[in-house]
């Protein structure tokens, strides 16, 4: 059986729009405002991966629109 390894719990910055689906400027102003967390390692920047989670989860649920020109389409 093949083992996985747990996912990152923090990712480095350059990453970590690809792995959110958030903007790198959207993560800093998200940072910036206490939503999430990012801790300095040197020169790097890390993306706390819970905090990220946390912050998609709390988003409310898109609740789509009917669309007009669609009318009795099934």
Do not use: H, N
């Not at 083992?3 to 903007?23: D, F, K």
């Amino acid at each position: 059986m093949q083992q996985t390894s747990p996912p990152p719990e923090m990712i480095p910055l350059p990453r970590a729009p690809a792995w959110s689906g958030l903007s790198r400027s959207a993560l800093y102003r998200l940072a910036a405002e206490g939503r999430i967390r990012m801790v300095k390692l040197g020169a790097r920047t890390l993306v706390d991966a819970a905090s990220v989670r946390a912050f998609l989860a709390e988003l409310p649920t898109m609740q789509p629109r009917p669309d007009p020109s669609r009318k009795g389409a099934a």
